[in-house]
T-cell receptor
C-alpha cells in the first residue's frame, strides 16, 4: 500500500516570504500526484497535479507553483506568500483498481 | 451546476440511528465513486469506493450507486459519536487524472 509523507506538519510564515512544501510517496512507482488546499471550513481545492516527472498541470492561476523532480517527489513552492495562501495543504496520490486517492497527513500553513 | 453536489449540512443524528449522506454528480462518464471521512484538522481518509450499480457493504457502512440517476449515497448504521466528521463524496472519470470532490457534509452523532 502507498504511504505519503509531507513536511513540515505546521508552518507559520510572514507575508512576502518564500514557501517550499515537500511530498514523497512510498510503495508505488510512477504515481499520479496532486496538491490540494483546504481553507478553514471549506472544501478541497485542487491546485496542481502531475502524471510524471516534469509534467505539471495547474488548476488555479495564483502565486504558487509545483515541481516534480523525481518520480515520487512533489514540491509546492511560492516566491512570495499572500495572506490568502493560509490553509491546509494536502498531497495525494492515485492508486488502486478503482483509482482511489490517498492523502498525506497535510501541512497547516499560516501566513501572518 | 457543480460537478459533485452533496446534501447540505450539518446533519445531526442520535447515537445508534442510521445516518444517510447523499451525493449527485453531473458527468455521466464518471466511473468510480468514493466516500471519504475527514475529522477536524486531519486529512481525508477513504472509507468506501464503488463503481458498479447497486449496494456495497463494509461493516456499518453501505454505499449505494445509481448511475442512471447519477446518484451515490452512504448509509452509516448504528451511528457512533466517533462517526462525527465531514464526509466527502468524490468521483473520477477513468480516462482522466483528476478526482472531483464535493463540498462535504458535516455529520454530528449525538450521544
Amino acid at each position: 500500500s502507498q504511504t505519503i509523507h509531507q513536511w513540515p506538519a505546521t508552518l507559520v510564515q510572514p507575508v512576502g516570504s518564500p514557501l517550499s512544501l515537500e511530498c514523497t510517496v512510498e510503495g508505488t512507482s510512477n504515481p499520479n500526484l496532486y496538491w490540494y488546499r483546504q481553507a478553514a471550513g471549506r472544501g478541497l481545492q485542487l491546485l496542481f497535479y502531475s502524471v510524471g516527472i516534469g509534467q505539471i498541470s495547474s488548476e488555479v492561476p495564483q502565486n504558487l507553483s509545483a515541481s516534480r523532480p523525481q518520480d515520487r517527489q512533489f514540491i509546492l513552492s511560492s516566491k512570495k506568500l499572500l495572506l490568502s495562501d493560509s490553509g491546509f495543504y494536502l498531497c495525494a496520490s492515485l492508486g488502486g483498481l478503482a483509482y482511489e486517492q490517498y492523502f498525506g497527513p497535510g501541512t497547516r500553513l499560516t501566513v501572518t | 451546476q457543480k460537478e459533485v453536489e452533496q446534501n447540505s449540512g450539518p446533519l445531526s443524528v442520535p447515537e445508534g440511528a442510521i445516518a444517510s449522506l447523499n451525493c449527485t454528480y453531473s458527468d455521466r462518464v464518471s466511473q468510480s465513486f468514493f466516500w471519504y471521512r475527514q475529522y477536524s484538522g486531519k486529512s481525508p481518509e477513504l472509507i468506501m469506493s464503488i463503481y458498479s450499480n447497486g449496494d456495497k457493504e463494509d461493516g456499518r457502512f453501505t454505499a449505494q450507486l445509481n448511475k442512471a440517476s447519477q446518484y451515490v449515497s452512504l448509509l452509516i448504521r448504528d451511528s457512533q459519536p466517533s462517526d462525527s466528521a465531514t464526509y466527502l463524496c468524490a468521483v473520477i472519470r477513468a480516462s482522466y487524472d483528476k478526482v472531483i470532490f464535493g463540498p462535504g457534509t458535516s455529520l454530528s452523532v449525538i450521544p
